[in-house]
């Protein structure tokens, strides 16, 4: 079974700080693909990366960078000098085949809220 | 935007009733997934069709069905509604390929309201 989790269920910032959002993950599968979805205020999701489990580079996305670590099962996301629009619930998910064919888990989401 | 497109983008109703949430993909799309958000199962996987036919299915209820038409769109019917059903109900599109893996454009939801 596929397992995503996110251990903050709230983070509250000031403006200009640096946040990292944990996600933890368990499958058994060797190919497996991990996100990243932003829900802002409006509802909608939007998506951010994705990582598949052959690459274990981080990357950097201006201010958004990604720690994927296969000896952890983690694949954590750092918001750097945050904003006031960064403000949303993030969500981690994971994909893997085989009987979780077509199956995306979400984690519960972790809600940052990026104070002025 | 992400080009997916979900109509209403609200809907009241009342227990035992039946309602149907519709779907239209980004333009090229063959597949579409359904979501359901609730504050006590969070996101869920609902159900993905391809192309016409159905390719995988999550925890989806038996009073839940779906169905992908010729055109691509899709619609979510949901009947015998009772109160836990209340939710933000996203569909989502992606590729060619049919392949969940890739890159998910998510519309901007139904919240769904069972009194």
């Known amino acids: 079974a596929q397992k995503v989790t996110q251990a903050q269920t709230e983070i509250s910032v000031v403006e200009k700080e640096d946040v990292t959002l944990d996600c933890v993950y368990e499958?058994?599968?060797?190919?497996?693909?991990l996100f990243w979805y932003k829900q802002p205020p409006s509802g909608e999701l939007v998506f951010l990366i994705r990582?598949?489990?052959?690459?274990?580079q981080n990357e950097i996305s201006g201010r958004y960078s990604w720690n994927f670590q296969k000896s952890t099962s983690s694949f954590n996301f750092t918001i750097t000098a945050s904003q006031v629009v960064d403000s949303a619930v993030y969500f981690c998910?994971?994909?893997?085949?085989?009987?979780?064919?077509?199956?995306?888990?979400f984690g519960q989401g972790t809600i940052l809220t990026v104070h002025p | 935007d992400s080009g997916v497109t979900q109509t209403p983008k609200h809907l009241i109703t009342a227990t035992g009733q039946r309602v149907t949430l519709r779907c239209s993909p980004r333009s090229g799309d063959l597949s579409v997934y359904w979501y359901q958000q609730s504050l006590d199962q969070g996101l869920q996987f609902l159900i993905q069709y391809y192309n016409g036919e159905e390719r995988a299915k999550g925890n989806i209820l038996e009073r839940f069905s779906a169905q992908q038409f010729p055109d691509l769109h899709s619609e979510l019917n949901l009947s015998s509604l009772e109160l836990g059903d209340s939710a933000l109900y996203f569909c989502?599109?992606?590729?060619?390929?049919?392949?969940?893996?890739?890159?998910?454009?998510f519309g901007p939801g139904t919240r769904l309201t069972v009194l």
């Open positions: 989502a599109s992606s590729g060619v390929s049919g392949v969940p893996y890739n890159e998910q454009f």
């Open positions: 499958t058994r599968d060797t190919t497996y693909y």
């Open positions: 990582r598949n489990s052959f690459d274990e």
């Open positions: 998910a994971l994909y893997a085949g085989g009987t979780s064919y077509g199956k995306l888990t």
